[in-house]
């Protein structure tokens, strides 16, 4: 890589070195170094960039996500899903106490499935449950309506200042975050992989090779991160506006032109489905009718979310088959639910708390239990 210009500049070999300050990186990154582990987190955006994206909002499962899933992968990774996303949410509770973010506990009306019978959706209800989350089964049946729709707890917050606290937290755990720096190299070396990097300023030439002993990459830009991406990234329309009537709770819609409507103080936000961008401009111009004619939808602003595709919310995690390769796919980088669920299972495969097969090595784990031992006899 590079040329005979290019100086190398050799760090620290650290235990984990992630790409992407994302929520899954971050959350990673924050649960690693509170573990007592030697983490170094390489973001080619500003501060703050990769981070606070996504529509803001956390719950235990969508009833489309779980139907397809259990169709798709079978019953056990319908409930190995809903289950990180439990985990998920604890860890974002967890962010929210140290941080003091402001956030809103609302209620979740999940008609994602379009127009279900009541004892369609209890088999739907049944997989959460048997997961350990709690969603309750509601019936419509008035004003000619005909129809069911889950209801559980959901999270809302605004992802910027969330981005912003979990950063933080990192950081005070004694991760190293660097910024505009863009990863251009990997290669694996006896047991440690050299991540060799520069800085993104027109007259950089020296690279910085950083060694960890496991990688994870949550933007897709490593050989198993590119393979786990399934398809081109897609354009989602949204709307921040307000609206006739208060928007108190958060919707899940099966769409088109709508996804997603939740609170945002006394605005409302309005999300469409998933695009290519040919097909973008259309969903866009559908979603503001909508909204208009629906929600008596006024003072508008247009925008829009890319986020990557996903598998029909298959677990976003994995090993590659480089050895202390992980990856965060699908909606891992950017959605605070999907985003926190991945960091949060990856953390907990490195640590060891999950699969030893593919945990840190024990010397690595030794260090950081010392390490760790030494800073809370240190905080008392």
Known sequence: MGSRTDRYRWGMARDVV?????????TAARRLASEGFDV???????EGVSVGIGHGVAACAHAST?????????????????????????????????????????????????????????????????????????EISADHRVGAWLSSEAIALDPASYGAALASQALTAGAVLRYDTTVTHLQRRDGVSL???????AWARDLDITRGTAVVDTLGISPWGRIAQVAPSEWVPVLRCRTENPVTA?????????????????????????????????????????????LGAHDITETRMVIDPSDHGRPAVGASAIPGGFYARGNGRGELMNGTASGAWLASLLIGSERRDVALPLSARIRAQARSLGHRMLER
């Open 18 to 26: 992630v790409i992407g300050a994302t929520v899954a990186g971050l």
């Open 40 to 46: 170094t987190v390489l973001d080619p955006s500003p």
């Open 66 to 138: 779980v139907a397809n899933m259990a169709s798709a992968y079978g019953v056990s990774s319908a409930h190995e899903h809903v289950r990180r996303n439990l985990a998920g949410m604890a860890e974002i509770r967890r962010v929210l106490a140290a941080g003091g973010v402001e956030h809103h506990t609302v209620r979740l009306q999940d008609h994602s499935l379009g127009v279900a019978l009541a004892r369609e959706l209890r088999d739907v209800a049944t997989l959460i449950t048997d997961s350990g989350a709690q969603v309750e089964v509601r």
């Open 250 to 294: 958060v919707t899940l819609l099966a769409g088109p032109p709508v996804w997603m409507i939740r609170p945002d103080g006394d605005e409302a936000i309005i999300l469409g489905v998933k695009n290519s961008p040919e097909t973008y401009p259309g969903a866009a111009a559908e979603l503001k009718r909508w909204a208009v004619a629906t």
């Open 195 to 201: 991540v060799s990097h520069r800085d993104n300023v």
